[in-house]
């Protein structure tokens, strides 16, 4: 059964029910009996100019797209869609609800400040420390801009988010595109038409890179929230700043008594007072001592009264108490449930060790796996299979009201500190193995065929971590079980257009494959990396990654997968050739029919020439008057040698009108660059040298039968210019320099018959 499709949360008729495929992928049947393996999903991605193929057995294959295929314009999301969307992009609630409800205090001020800025079109970032309660304000006023922009309010989440992730996921939250992600040029286009309130938390860059996202949204009105120590925005990025620091001592006060639900006894006040002054106002640490303070009168109850889950008898305090009472010692049974005394305030100010001793097996087992994950709580319908506790989804609501969490993104998080408090407790000492049975858990869950690439994507900062602590330990073990993790989940962050996790995860497999010495998978994720960077326009890379992919499978004779990547290398080098501006081949024509693909020819541009002249230093006036010049005929190899100092310049019309020097012919044909025209050329030059023989050998015959004349007749040219004695005033005199003598015709007497 699908773990995240459990009947309880879903209504699903039992664990025979599979969830229905999304809109736009194959679906997943089983054979006739219902007993045999799912097949593989396919998804078909239109990525820009490419049909991208995900194949999660093969790998991806990539294709331009054709004219028809492309998809027009999309549409935007009605109010019903953007209401489910902005539900889906908040955590889930937990399955039970431990602990009061805890309402905003001693914000009103800035939250109606907030919410005016945005009416007015301004983008507002709100600075302040971790706990300071940033999210539940920005909570706050996104419901009271519901409806003041026309593509409504849109929830992102910066935690491991670059601009363009931030950009593609503005695009897919208010425009209707599945299996769509157009090139940065389509991108940038849909987003400047975006008119809505964008809420984003956790964010983790500024200067250039955040005012790229504002100049990008012109119509759009963020609200930012991070951390002081994220890199401040640029001064041309007109921010209105608000900084938020933490409440006053009747605010945290009155939350305390929100947090214990009863009024607080004098002792208690006092001591609030001193944490209050201890922790700068921070809400985080007041929702942690109301923990403790509940904790605390629940130690004072009856041991017997415990919940229906018996998660109060887990707690090793009940259990002293009851043991106490057995063997008859009254005191220590009092004293467990009567006269606690308040902890002390180095222990409030840094309490996630005591709170984490008195919850209960499966909460405690849920803050190892976080901090085995870095920090990452998985979805808490994957606890009850990592924890081996049926009732384990319960622990998210347990540590969410001992404020041990908090929410980030679509997910949970351990809140600001608890990590470092936990592991100096010793908490972090089997993180290796834990993420070793998180990492088997992602990879048959990612793999199964009724889960959705979206529901794999949500899950993608756990799945990644689980993948970077497994290369991280080093061990050969660990590192084929984060192969197999990275070949599973890869291809569904690719169908969920998740690609900055594409690229992680794949490069986790890649580094992953190499310590383990897959020779077959490494080059997998070679392949998938080269398509990767080819669809985001990195020709290079693409070319790099392929030629290692194919090499690799080359050696392992993996025939179908070095056909697979000649085939994306071959679509490289057309779009190298179209970007250099040479031939462009149309979509659907084969490698065979359209012959090798040349090479970019690199402009050569001519050498200076001072006062008109060309680079010999001869001026052509008429020649620069003409539109184009004859090319140079080949000389043939009987014709008289030219005399030294004299060049022969060809010039040509360039696009400004000015001339420059034509290449030789040999020198433009090797940069030409392709067989079929240097074969032509050379056969060009045997014809002519065969021509030329056989002009020379008529001629000769023909002076030996005395019809030969050696006087111009009406009917040659009549451009030639002749001098007084009827010869062309260009053509040197017989006998002279560089005046061919006919072989079997003696000269002038006096002259020598030879050459």
Not at 16 to 32: F, I, K, L, T
Not at 398 to 416: D, F, K, S, V
Not at 502 to 528: D, I, P, T
Request: glycine share 10%; with cysteine.
């Amino acid at each position: 059964m699908d773990p995240t499709n459990r009947p309880e949360e879903f209504g699903d008729d039992g664990p025979e029910a599979v969830a229905a495929s999304a809109p736009g992928h194959e679906a997943a049947d089983r054979d006739a009996a219902g007993h045999g393996p799912a097949l593989a999903r396919v998804v078909h991605v239109v990525a820009g100019d490419y049909v991208l193929t995900v194949n999660p057995v093969d790998g991806c294959e990539i294709e331009p797209c054709l004219p028809g295929e492309r998809p027009g314009r999309p549409g935007r999301h009605g109010p019903d869609e953007r209401a489910e969307l902005l539900r889906a992009a908040a955590p889930p609630p937990p399955a039970r609800r431990i602990g009061p409800e805890l309402p905003l205090l001693e914000r009103q001020e800035e939250r109606e400040r907030l919410s005016r800025l945005l009416s007015r079109g301004r983008s507002v970032r709100v600075t302040g420390p971790s706990g300071s309660g940033r999210t539940v304000l920005l909570d706050a006023v996104a419901a009271d801009c519901a409806n003041l922009a026309p593509d409504g309010v849109v929830r992102l989440s910066g935690h491991h988010r670059t601009t363009t992730d931030l950009l593609y996921e503005l695009f897919a939250a208010v425009h209707d595109a599945p299996l769509h992600r157009p090139d940065r040029a389509g991108l940038l286009a849909a987003v400047h038409e975006i008119g809505a309130v964008v809420v984003l938390d956790d964010l983790e860059f500024g200067g250039s890179a955040l005012d790229e996202l504002l100049d990008a949204t012109p119509e759009c009105a963020f609200l930012l929230a991070a951390t002081p120590d994220v890199a401040a925005p640029s001064p041309d990025s007109h921010l209105e700043e608000v900084f938020l620091g933490g409440l006053d001592r009747t605010g945290c006060l009155e939350l305390l008594e929100h947090a214990v639900d009863r009024p607080l006894t004098d002792e208690e006040a006092d001591w609030a007072a001193d944490l209050w002054f201890e922790s700068e106002g921070l809400p985080l640490r007041f929702v942690q001592a109301g923990a403790l303070l509940r904790q605390r009168d629940e130690m004072s109850a009856d041991p017997a009264a415990v919940d229906e889950f018996g998660v109060f008898a887990e707690r090793p305090y009940v259990a002293a108490a009851e043991a106490a009472a057995a063997e008859g010692d009254d005191s220590t049974a009092a004293g467990a449930r009567n006269g606690i005394p308040l902890p002390a305030l180095s222990t409030a100010a840094a309490p996630a060790a005591l709170l984490a001793s008195w919850l209960s097996d499966a909460a405690r087992d849920t803050l190892a796996i976080a901090i085995a994950l870095g920090g990452e709580v998985p979805h808490q319908a994957h606890l009850p299979a990592l924890v081996g506790d049926t009732h384990a989804d319960a622990a998210v609501g347990e540590l969410l009201a001992c404020g041990l969490i908090t929410p980030t993104g679509a997910h949970y998080r351990l809140a600001a500190g608890v990590a470092d408090q936990l592991t100096a407790q010793g908490y972090g000492t089997d993180a290796a193995e834990r993420a070793h049975t998180a990492a088997q858990h992602y990879a048959w869950w990612a793999g199964h065929p009724s889960v959705a690439p979206e529901r794999a994507a949500a899950e993608a900062d756990a799945i990644l971590a689980a993948m970077g602590v497994l290369i991280a330990d080093g061990d050969a073990g660990q590192a084929a079980a984060a192969v197999l993790l990275a070949r599973t989940a890869a291809p569904a962050f690719a169908a969920a257009l998740h690609w900055s996790a594409w690229e992680r995860s794949l490069r986790h497999g890649q580094a992953a494959a190499r310590r383990a010495g897959e020779v077959g998978e490494e080059a997998y994720f070679h392949h998938e990396l080269g398509v990767l960077a080819l669809c985001t326009g990195n020709l290079d890379r693409a070319r790099a990654e392929l030629e290692a992919s194919i090499g690799m499978r080359g050696v392992l004779a993996d025939k179908r997968g070095a056909i697979a990547g000649r085939r994306a290398l071959a679509l490289v080098a057309d779009r190298a050739a179209l970007a250099a501006g040479g031939p462009v081949v149309p979509p659907g024509v084969s490698r065979a029919e359209r012959g090798p693909v040349p090479p970019p020819v690199p402009p050569v541009a001519p050498p200076a020439a001072p006062h008109g002249r060309t680079p010999a230093g001869e001026e052509v006036p008429d020649a620069r008057r003409e539109e184009s010049a004859t090319p140079p005929a080949v000389p043939s190899p009987f014709a008289a040698p030219r005399p030294e100092g004299v060049s022969t310049t060809v010039v040509t019309r360039l696009a400004d009108g000015s001339a420059a020097p034509r290449q030789a012919w040999a020198r433009k044909m090797m940069l030409g660059g392709t067989r079929r025209n240097l074969a032509a050329a050379g056969a060009g030059a045997l014809l002519a040298a065969v021509l030329g023989t056989v002009v020379t050998l008529g001629a000769t015959s023909g002076g030996h039968d005395g019809k030969s004349s050696d006087g111009v007749s009406p009917e040659q040219s009549a451009s030639q210019q002749d001098d007084d004695k009827g010869l062309n005033a260009d053509e040197p005199a017989r006998g002279g320099a560089g005046h061919p003598q006919v072989p079997g015709r003696p000269g002038k007497p006096g002259q020598s018959a030879g050459p």
